[in-house]
């Protein structure tokens, strides 16, 4: 069975860090890109870092140079080491996986497989 | 790139035809998806490549559109089918839409 199982979460303190898991299993990881989203509650979906095959990362201007996102093929484990961080950055994360981009640099497909999700909550 | 969906709630019945909107602020090309999400649950992909059903899709869901306006429609709304649907531009910085609720009306 494909399957993502994310770990990690946890309450944390204004400006503490954490480091969230995703253990990926039924499919080769090696061969997709890799993708953190979050949800706080009662919001809407938000895109939060990806990595691709050959480890180039991406992320977008609210998370950039506070979360690292990493990967590592042979323990078919993804991660996201989440510093500074914020009342803003409480939310539900998932990690997902999408085949490949492709020549464009766009993904020709969805999000299609997705973990449960992992709770932050950041408070003092 | 920022995506504008609309509307971001409507109330609809069993049976009825939903059509649900989504723009782009610049051209995508095809590159957008569009999924599902429950209360709880995580996300569910419907429709990649603007218009290409994902396996295991119920046929009553479709998408069309490119460049920047797209559509997801329900062609005849089924009691699973009250969630809330988000788009998604798949290109280097795959962001959402706000989302749209539908609910029962």
């Known amino acids: 069975e494909v399957q993502l199982v994310e770990s990690g979460g946890g309450l944390v303190q204004p400006g503490g860090s954490l480091r969230l898991s995703c253990a990926a299993s039924?499919?080769?990881?090696?061969?997709?890109?890799m993708h953190w989203v979050r949800q706080a509650t009662g919001k809407g979906l938000e895109w939060v870092s990806a990595?691709?095959?050959?480890?180039?990362?991406y992320y977008p201007g609210s998370v950039k140079g506070r979360f690292t996102i990493s990967r590592e093929n042979a323990k078919n484990s993804l991660y996201l080491q989440m510093n500074s961080l914020r009342a803003g950055d409480t939310a539900v994360y998932y990690c997902?996986?999408?085949?490949?981009?492709?020549?464009?640099?766009?993904?020709?497909?969805?999000?299609?497989?997705w973990g449960q999700g992992t709770t932050v909550t950041v408070s003092s | 790139i920022q995506l504008t969906q609309s509307p971001s709630s409507l109330s609809a019945s069993v049976g009825d035809r939903v059509t649900i909107t989504c723009r782009a602020s610049q051209g995508i090309s095809s590159y957008l998806a569009w999924y599902q999400q429950k209360p709880g649950k995580a996300p569910k992909l419907l429709i990649y490549?603007?218009?290409t059903l994902q396996s295991g899709v119920p046929s009553r869901f479709s998408g069309s559109g490119s460049g920047t306006d797209f559509t997801l429609t329900i062609s005849s709304l089924q009691p699973e089918d009250f969630a809330t649907y988000y788009c998604?531009?798949?290109?280097?910085?795959?962001?959402f839409g706000g989302g749209t609720k539908v609910e029962i009306k």
């Open positions: 998604q531009q798949l290109n280097s910085y795959p962001l």
């Open positions: 990595i691709g095959t050959a480890g180039d990362t």
């Open positions: 490549a603007a218009s």
């Open positions: 997902a996986r999408v085949s490949p981009r492709d020549e464009s640099g766009s993904y020709y497909y969805g999000m299609d497989v």
């Open positions: 039924g499919f080769t990881f090696s061969s997709y890109d």
